[in-house]
Each structure stands twice: as structure tokens, then as C-alpha cells.
């Protein structure tokens, strides 16, 4: 059961009521920013207060949580939130992508496909994609009322003029339900596509700017790119030196005082499982397989 | 005076699991999703009322239409929600409505395109979800197309979406409800008869 003298999931009743309204607003329009009157958690914002009061407020006794940061499940982010829900809410937690119902995530979506009753919850500190463009909420606020995201294609045109490219390699602008563009929080590109028509329900709860938003199961999430210069997702171009996969996200890691390098999966759920059915990479058996890391 | 019926039982606990439904529902459309719902004093069906009970309070505007306007009705969500009652539907955060000839559909808030999320969310009573007339819907949350089957839907439903649909993203979102079952035509998506 959850801990006596605390709240169900921590959050008053009122403020789940308001969070829950504002969820449904968001689902009812993909990719739109809801404002909602964020409230302190006993976490620093950065630490994810938004997805927190979004878990808080969907959380039930029968959901299975499971929390990542950049891909693992064992960071001390990861683990706070995830020992918060089991003591607030009771809940079970799992590491298991396959097992969660529920999974709150910052910076990465799991390389596992997410099914139709899974629920993703996204960390995000700044949700408002046009804002390193135009400062002003009141007329970034216009620009999404009249889809007017010239600004945001002239940006990544100028990427393009000097680099060759698009060199933008996270938190990559989307444009949901052919509508609203919107930020995907700072997810690597290399995850975007898995937006895209997902079966899973996705959350965003950004809390220090106070912004709901959600892209519902099946729904359209296109990546903005140009006909001259498709979108391609960035990764590194190795395989995992734990598990082999070629097709995971991989973190570049220092192995050693020597500068050794290693490339592995930062999904370490989806490393460990690869591992587990006999999947071996380079460097299997590496000292950094047993860590966890 | 009569003895107001109950609301939730454990209240955290109850509307949380209305809540995840009606998130499912919302984010399905047209999949008919029951809810566990406590006694609602009737002609409020008990969906309706459960749904009232998880979230209306103080800060939201709710409309009834004169079918559900009763004075037990109005006490009970008083009593149990604190919402404010409102006389004009144009003022309405959340609207219920059971009657199937006149309804204000056109009176309801939609929103301005900066801030489409400030509308109106109508929960309409009908006979039956799952037996009837077909609604063939399609956008978010639906993989390709689905039916909804739908009897005793308000005169004049279908072409009041298509209305609403070519306002997105301003727009009603719609509950259906009949009984304890529930099923979500948010805003984005396009309804048609057949
Ligand atoms: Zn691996």
C-alpha cells in the first residue's frame, strides 16, 4: 500500500482534477501546449517535476512504472522517481520495457516497440519548439494559432546553407496531426521515428514552464525536413560493443585512463536483454556490462 | 428533503480509475469503455455522474440542459464536486445534456486558436453505445477508420461535428454515454454517418 500521512501519488485531489482536465484538452488537440498551474514536487525542477505530476496524475495501484534517464534505468534521476511512485502510490516498478504500463522517461524512447496499452511520459524542460527562435510566449502563441512556422524552416534552412545539412541531433522540431509543430523534449533524432503512429499513449508535462501536451496512439508525428534534404535520423555508426546491435541508440562511453572507447547501448534494458538471449558484441564481456551501466 | 446518493467511496482511488478511462476513451475514440460508477441521482446517468465526480470542482463551469437540470441533480453535483452551476451554456466548462431534440451544441465554448483548450467538453447521454446507427470515424488515436454504433443520438449530431471539425483546433469534445459506458469523440476527430 502507499505510505499513511501522504496523498495518493503525493498530489491533492484538486490538483489532479486540474492536471487530469488539462490532460484530456491535450489529447483532444496533438501536439498543442495546455497550460496548467504546475506545483512543487520534492524534486528540483530539472529533475522532471513536469512528467512527475503528469505520472501523478494517470497513476493507479494496478500500474507497473518504469523510469529511465538517457536510456537507464539506474541513474539517481531514474531512481528517485521511480522509489517516489512505490512509496506515494504503491505501485510496482519494473526495468522491463515490455512489463511497464506506464513509463517516464527523460531523453530517450526505449528501442523496444511500445504497445497499445502502454503509456509514455516525457520529461521536458523546454516545450515550446519556436522559442530559441522568437522569445515572446505571446507571439510564439499567434505562430501556432495560424500554423505559421516559416521561421522554424528558415532556421533549418540556414543549418543547411552552412553545413551542408541539418545538423540538429536532438530535441529535432515534429510536426503532430499535420497541425502543430511541437518539441519531442530532448530525444536524439534517432527516436523520432518512433512517434509516428505509435499504438502507445504519449505524455508531455513540462513543469517550470507549466505546458501539457500529448500525441495520442496512431497519430501522425512527421519530423520537419525539406524534399532537397530529408530527414535522417543521427547515430553513431558502430554496433553495440556489449549486445552487437546495430540498430539501438549508442552512447560513447571512456572505458579506461587510456582513452578507450566503447560503444553501447543506452538503452540498457534493451542491451541487457539482447545479452540475456546470447547477443554478443566486440567487447562482450566487458568489465562495464557487469556495472549496469 | 430526500438523502442525497453517495459519491465515490474512496474518492483517490475512484477517480483515478474513472479518470484512466475516460484518458483511454479520449485517446481512442469511439472504443466503448465502461466506468465503474457509484449511484448518480437519475435522469444523470450514472457514467455522466461518475465523470462529474473525477472532474468538476470549484473551478469549472458546468451546464445542464433542462432534461438534466432537476433539483436533485443540481444538489448532488453541488454537494459532491462544488462546481459552479451556470444558466448560459456559452459559459460552460463542461456540459450535460440527455435531451436528444434541442441541444445548444452551437452555444458551447470551442476556444480562440490561441488557446483552443479553453472549450467546453460535452457529455452527452444517449440509449445505448454499441447497438444502433453506425458513426464511421477516423483521425488521432485510430489506426485506420472505426464504427461506433450509436442509438438515440441527438437530432442533428453528425452535422454539428462536421461544424466542429472544420473549426480545429478550436472545437467541443464530446463524451458519449449510456449506463456505465462511456466512448470519446474528442474534437480531432471526423465523424460521418454510415
Ligand atoms: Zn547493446
Known sequence: MSLPGYNFAYLDEQTKRMIRRALLKAVAIPGYQVPFASREMPLAYGWGTGGMQVTAAVIGPDDVLKVIDQGADDTTNAVSIRRFFALTAGV?????????????????????PLTAGQILVYQVPQPEPLRKLEPRETETRRMHALAEYGLMHVKLYEDIARHGRITLSYDYPVLVNGRHVMAPSPIPSFDNPKMHRSPALQLFGAGREKRIYAVPPYTSVESLAFEDHPFHPWKANAPCG????????????????RGGRLFVCSDTDHCTTRRAAGHRGAAAGHALAGAGE | MTALAPGFVDPPLAAQAVFRRLLDAMARPGMVVSLEAPPAPPPLALAAGAIALTLCDADTAVWLDPALRTAEVVAWLRFHTGCRIVGAAEDAAFAFAADTVALPFDRLPIGSDEFPDRSATAVVQVARLGAGAPLCLAGPGIETTTR???????????????????????????????????????????????
Open chain 1, 92 to 112: 510496482r516498478t519494473t526495468e522491463r520495457t515490455v512489463e511497464a504500463t506506464i513509463i517516464q522517461t527523460r531523453h530517450r524512447i526505449p528501442e523496444t
Open chain 1, 242 to 257: 556489449l549486445c552487437g546491435a546495430t540498430d539501438s541508440y549508442l552512447d560513447e562511453v571512456v572505458v579506461d585512463d
Open chain 2, 148 to 194: 461506433l454504433h450509436v442509438q438515440g443520438l441527438p437530432a442533428g449530431f453528425v452535422a454539428w461535428r462536421a461544424r466542429n471539425h472544420v473549426a480545429y483546433p478550436r472545437g467541443v469534445d464530446v463524451v458519449l454515454v449510456a449506463g456505465t459506458q462511456i466512448a470519446g469523440l474528442p474534437r480531432s476527430t471526423a465523424v460521418t454517418e454510415g
